[in-house]
């Protein structure tokens, strides 16, 4: 089982703004990357560390994070945001590795 | 630019041995931790394994404790997965990932990936 838990689905309206949620004790301690998936693809960083955007991610996506949960917003979504996504941090420990169980988010 | 490449996939009996490739271009490998992440069918990515950028560290998930070995070449710019007595449930999309670790903007991200090499575990 997954130690930081995602909702499984979410959808939103074209243009409106979604939260998508990551929880988990380590997210106390280290900060969530989220990732976006879409089919047949391969996953690619959308945020990380405290609200960092790689370059070339629009600036719709933003990330936060309070006590144990980690948040990405998608401000004003478009329909090429309809994807997985999935958060990851290292584990309570500190030396391994955890995915959240992903969040498939549907534009409507 | 940053280029990672699997290869090594294919289909294998229960309780065989399969060993995965990434090979690595664009950047300074011997640089860089690489992860392991596993995707099964239909299914969400899963953490497999990380090895520091000199091999001095490696740490695996509990899953694959034991039978999975993560190693690098530095001088091939090449990350390697043993994969040994695999199971039904080792079937999946295999991908590698760098590293990106920036301690003072709290940066530890997988920051960029491969196409994956798909393993089949099957009779």
């Known amino acids: 089982s997954s130690e930081l838990t995602q909702d499984p689905a979410v959808s939103v309206a074209l243009g409106q703004t979604v939260r998508i949620t990551c929880q988990g004790d380590?997210?106390?301690?280290?900060?969530a990357s989220w990732y976006q998936q879409k089919p047949g693809q391969a996953p690619v960083v959308v945020i990380c560390?405290?609200?960092y955007r790689p370059s070339g991610i629009p600036d719709r996506f933003s990330g936060s994070s309070s006590g144990n949960t980690a948040s990405l917003t998608i401000t004003g979504a478009q329909a090429e945001d309809e994807a997985d996504y999935y958060c990851?941090?290292?584990?309570?420990?500190?030396?391994?590795?955890?995915f959240g169980g992903g969040t498939k988010l549907t534009v409507l | 630019q940053v280029q990672l490449v699997e290869s090594g996939g294919g289909m294998v009996q229960p309780g065989g041995s399969l060993r995965l490739s990434c090979a690595a271009s664009?950047?300074?490998?011997?640089?860089?931790?690489m992860h392991w992440v596993r995707q099964a069918p239909g299914k969400g990515l899963e953490w497999v394994a990380v090895?520091?950028?000199?091999?001095?560290?490696?740490k695996d998930a509990d899953s694959v404790k034991g039978r999975f070995i993560i190693s690098r070449d530095n001088s091939k710019n090449t990350l390697y997965l043993q994969m040994n007595s695999l199971r039904a449930d080792d079937s999946a999309l295999y991908y590698c990932?760098?590293?990106?670790?920036?301690?003072?903007?709290?940066?530890?991200?997988?920051?960029?990936w491969g196409q994956g090499a798909l393993v089949t575990v099957s009779s």
């Open positions: 990851n941090s290292r584990d309570s420990s500190g030396n391994l590795w955890v």
């Open positions: 560390g405290k609200n």
């Open positions: 664009g950047f300074a490998f011997g640089s860089y931790a």
């Open positions: 380590s997210l106390r301690n280290y900060y």
């Open positions: 990932a760098r590293d990106l670790y920036i301690g003072v903007a709290a940066v530890d991200v997988f920051d960029h």
């Open positions: 090895i520091s950028y000199d091999a001095s560290d490696k």
